[in-house]
């Protein structure tokens, strides 16, 4: 794995898109959607969100699943594409393939790469989004932070890269065994000082929550 070399410039501003995938339906919660499960007063799919745009993604695509219908009503996302996946129970794997075929036919400007987040780590803000976002170094860019050396969330996806990442996209495994076959490319973004990527799963988890 190459280790980033972050710029402060680029010569040019690619289009990198946020990818929200907020699918879940909170099993080991007891059926809570994740999108709607609140946060500093707001649900936490609009926080998901803003960090997404604070970061620099400034088209924002997000992947509902799990009562798809309340998180449109109850949430305010403005600006952002909402998508539908109809199959979200199969696991992330639906929801990424779902995300990156609503991001190939965005218009009217094409979408260079994909900087995909999930609804669940509220500890990962937009200092790690921007990070991931400016080791974009073309369509076919493969990038992800990392957390004291272990691989995690946001990854960022050239579009070049999409057709085999969503191949590989089945069950719970979404990209990781793309990731995995592909380990040479991928430039990590250490992003321990700024963030924490743990997981809003469990009862117990509730309590990161503000």
């Known amino acids: 794995m190459r280790y980033a070399v972050l710029m402060t410039h680029e010569t040019h501003e690619p289009l990198v898109a946020g990818l929200l995938l ?3 339906g909170g099993r080991r919660l007891g059926g809570r959607p994740k999108a709607l499960l609140p946060h500093r007063g707001r649900p936490l799919v609009e926080h998901a969100v803003r960090m997404l745009r604070e970061g620099g993604c400034e088209v924002v695509h997000v992947v509902l699943g799990a009562a798809a219908e309340r998180v449109r009503a109850e949430a305010e996302l403005p600006g952002c ?13 639906s929801s990424l393939r779902v995300g990156l075929d609503s991001l190939r036919a965005a218009a009217p400007v094409p979408v260079d790469a994909a900087l995909v987040s999930l609804v669940d780590q509220p500890g990962i803000g937009a200092a790690a989004v921007a990070r991931v976002r400016g080791a974009y170094g073309g ?21 070049d890269r999409w057709a085999g990442i969503a191949a590989g996209a089945v069950g719970d495994r979404g990209a990781r065994d793309y990731l995995a076959a592909h380990r040479d490319a991928i430039t990590l973004v250490d992003c321990s000082d700024v963030a924490e990527p743990y997981d809003i799963d469990t009862e117990a988890d509730l309590a990161r929550l503000e």
Do not use: C, I, Q, T
């Open 139 to 159: 369509r076919d860019a493969l990038a992800a932070a990392s957390y004291h050396g272990k691989r995690g969330h946001p990854v960022l996806f050239g579009a």
């Open 81 to 93: 594409v909402l998508v539908d996946n109809p199959e979200w129970a199969e696991g992330m794997g």
């Open 22 to 24: 907020a699918a879940g």
